[in-house]
């Protein structure tokens, strides 16, 4: 059993390989062997985690994520523990392994209760897992799903907290809030987007013994964003080998969005970094950051630098863009550049276009710039975000990274990855600015869209996890936090 380690790219399966590969594996070993290694890893990670835990109440579910729940009261009980087993199946319609759970439950002497009563020292919710349909509970399961929640005792969920949906991140409004959970044969994207990472608390996973060839036998749905590999600098460099961003926003009123995007590809390590803003009379000079050149739009040859556009562009963007997407600039399309395309099929095709010419581009929507290039709420989006990202991703050939808890980044030529660093400090204005500012800088270095966007994005939830506790975060700091783990 392992507790998932931040900056590794582990591989994700959703629901449809995840029972494939059960299917292989169950297929090879003595019948129920797979759920006997679950209640067994479930009952060793409860000791881990709640070592002193007396009480233990286990709340299992109708399928067989209520099986390894039963299994998993046997170890606890033979260890010493005071199990309290409340069940929400029927021996007649149970799936066949848990039935054969229920039998050894009873063999051990352990008797169900219809109701947990009393205080527990750990909760172990196993109501649902995989087979978990996004229906509100109700009944029994929905008072039980409550009373976890309310125990105030640390709350193991098996595979995945229930209510949460194994592929999408989706919850339904009641769901457990988990301190630790449990994966079982497989990683779950789930775990790792929309409303996962706040479901789930601490994230192990236990491959219940298959072999590596078992598991890697089929494409995984996704992949955890990895750290980025530091690059030194060689002494023989010089600015130019760092490439040059011009930043293109800044529409009046909106001047300090552009200079967030400019700062931070400045503190990423840009050679050096022009900024055209929209509203051109406003500033010449941006006496914290005297390192950034302002020129005119027209003035800048974007066949020869990377472009980053859109932040604070408002409405004023539109007459640009047209320039930005046909030239062969690597670019970055953020904000308002996003919400303009959408409305506009001629920047549509334009942008389409730039993937036959081998023109790089990367899009930042965050959830409703997302759903209006889609055509759709960002309720949609956040429904099924690893989709809305892939779908993006596909119309528009290029590289997209869909913003928000569990960021994913797509492109049609990968896999996508789910970034999990970043929290909900980063929940600041023109914190999206700095963003597109820092996948900028990694373009200009010579990063592909793909890779520029991954480092970037990881680097900038990095910044916001080692952030100190109680030090204000706003985007400026960001930025100025940016050089630490520029590392070029
Ligand atoms: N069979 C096996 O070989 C293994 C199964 N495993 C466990 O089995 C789980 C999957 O088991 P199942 O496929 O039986 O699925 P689940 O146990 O997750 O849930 C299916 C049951 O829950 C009900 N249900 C679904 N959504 C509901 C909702 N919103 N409200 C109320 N009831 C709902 C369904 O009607 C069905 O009875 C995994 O998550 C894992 O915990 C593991 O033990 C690994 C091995
Ligand atoms: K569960």
Redesign the pocket.
Known sequence: MNKTIPGTRHPLHGVDQTRRI?QTA?QALPAHT??QR?GLAVARLALAIAPHAQRIWIAC????????GLEAAIHLQRWGKQVVVTWLGQTESA?A??VAARLRLQDAGILVESMPSGDFDLCID?L???????????GL?ADWIRQINASGAPILS???PT?LHADTGQA?AVHVQASHTLN??TLKPGLFTAQGRDAAGTVWCDT?GLELNVLTALAPTAYLNAQPIKTRRPHASHKGSYGDVAVIGGAHGMTGAALLAAGAALYAGTGRVFVGLLNDQSVTVDVRHPELMFRPIQSLDFSAMTVVCGCGGGQAVQPVLCDVLSSPAPVVLDADALNVIATDNVLQTELLARCARQAVTVLTPHPLEAARLLGQTAQQVQSDRLTAAQTLAQRFACTVVLKGSGSIIASPDHLPVINPTGNGRLASAGTGDVLAGMVGAELAAGKTGFEAACRAVYRHGALADTWPPGAPLTAQLLVLGGCDTACR
């Open positions: 059960e169950a797979l759920m679950a579910g109708p399928g067989n994520n209520g099986g390894d799936p392994d848990t196993a649902l897992g995989i087979g978990s349909q996004l229906r509100e509970p109700q399961m098996v595979d995945l209510g339904t079982l044969l219940l």
